[in-house]
């Protein structure tokens, strides 16, 4: 089967960086997604590694470890607006289509 | 560009009455996802369209459930009879194609709650 770990929450000041971990398992290896999910809303797309290293996008980065079967979402200079949701997700399969979503990581960002 | 748009936002029904959640993906987007997020836990696929055609529909829990999309276009979900572990946040989710860098758009759900 595959599976996808991450923290179930994580607490942070703004202003602060933190590091949300994603440790997966899977039968095949196509790449690591991030996914952002506000309270009510919609998951929205933040990043995608298929190969190792660091992918910067802004505030947000995104490392992979392929080796390591690891990835990680740093968000830099938190803001009281990135209280949300976390979700690591991997493809399925080489055909793209289904996701395989980790649990959610819920971030608190406090003044 | 209007996003992926889901109807109703929220639906609370009795056991073993039916529901029909409705999903307007991105238009030309071919590709049409359904997940469900039960309380707290991983969001789980449920299945894919291309166009009309059913893609995948591994992750459909058992027969109470049906998924349609007629045309290619918008996509409904009916549960029926529901039951109370039916209630969760369910999903729709759209791409251009299928491809495993695709980012996928995702609607923000129908929160189905059964009593």
């Known amino acids: 089967g595959q599976s996808l770990e991450q923290p179930s929450e994580v607490t942070a000041v703004e202003g602060a960086i933190v590091q949300i971990n994603c440790t997966y398992q899977t039968s095949g290896f196509y790449g690591l997604s991030w996914y952002q999910q506000h309270d009510g809303g919609a998951p929205t797309f933040l990043s995608y590694?298929?190969?190792?290293g660091l992918e910067e996008t802004g505030r947000f980065s995104s490392f992979l470890s392929r080796s390591d079967s690891y990835g990680y979402l740093l968000l830099q200079e938190l803001q009281m607006k990135d209280s949300a949701s976390y979700f690591c997700a991997v493809p399925f399969n080489n055909q793209g289509g289904k996701l395989i979503f980790g649990q959610g990581t819920e971030l608190s960002v406090k003044p | 560009e209007a996003g992926v748009t889901q109807f109703p936002s929220h639906s609370v029904i009795e056991k073993g009455q039916t529901v029909t959640l409705r999903c307007d993906p991105i238009?030309?987007?071919?590709?049409l996802y359904w997940y469900r997020r039960v309380m707290g836990k991983e969001i789980k696929f449920l299945l894919h369209?291309?166009?009309?055609?059913?893609?995948?529909e591994s992750g459909m829990p058992n027969n109470r459930f049906l998924a349609e999309r007629t045309g290619g276009t918008y996509s409904t979900l009916k549960v029926q009879p529901a039951e109370l572990e039916d209630s969760g946040v369910y999903f729709c989710a759209s791409s251009q194609d299928g491809a495993q860098n695709t980012e996928a758009f995702f609607g923000q759900g129908t929160r189905l709650t059964v009593v």
């Open positions: 590694n298929a190969l190792d």
């Open positions: 238009s030309g987007h071919d590709n």
């Open positions: 369209f291309v166009k009309e055609s059913k893609q995948d």
